[in-house]
């Protein structure tokens, strides 16, 4: 199982990106997609989530602001963040869990700054 995840850079405050992960399975053998994100010195959070029939969940400090959505022909998750906030700032991450496990990938550099 592989995840490409790509769409990282650097913004202002109040700025917008759009993160996707591609996964090289679909969706019949996926239970939960979602993004997660490590700002340094800190834990890895949850961001977003997004189930195998679509029901999603974002984390409070990002609700109203980031959504998350996928493309089932593509098999690509997004991200799209908007108001973008510099405690924002991370290495996003996104993650599969399937019945054979969980698995992780490459992480992907948001910075806010003015």
């Given at each position: 199982?592989?995840?490409?995840a790509?769409g ?5 405050p109040g700025g917008?990106l759009r993160?996707s992960?591609?996964?090289?399975i679909?969706?019949?053998?996926i239970?939960?997609?979602?993004w997660?994100?490590?700002a340094?010195r800190?834990q890895r959070?949850?961001?977003a989530?997004?189930s195998?029939?679509?029901?999603t969940?974002?984390a ?8 998350v959505s996928?493309?089932n022909?593509?098999?690509?998750m997004?991200?799209q963040?908007s108001?973008l ?7 996003y991450y ?9 698995y ?5 550099l ?5």
């Amino acid at each position: 199982v592989q995840l490409q995840a790509s769409g990282g850079g650097s913004v202002q405050p109040g700025g917008s990106l759009r993160l996707s992960c591609t996964t090289s399975i679909g969706w019949s053998r996926i239970n939960f997609m979602g993004w997660f994100r490590q700002a340094p010195r800190k834990q890895r959070e949850a961001v977003a989530i997004i189930s195998h029939r679509e029901t999603t969940n974002v984390a409070d400090s990002v609700k109203g602001r980031f959504t998350v959505s996928r493309d089932n022909a593509k098999n690509t998750m997004y991200l799209q963040m908007s108001g973008l906030k510099p405690e924002d700032t991370a290495v996003y991450y996104c993650n599969i869990q399937t019945l054979q496990g969980s698995y992780w990938g490459q992480g992907t550099l948001v910075t806010v700054s003015s």
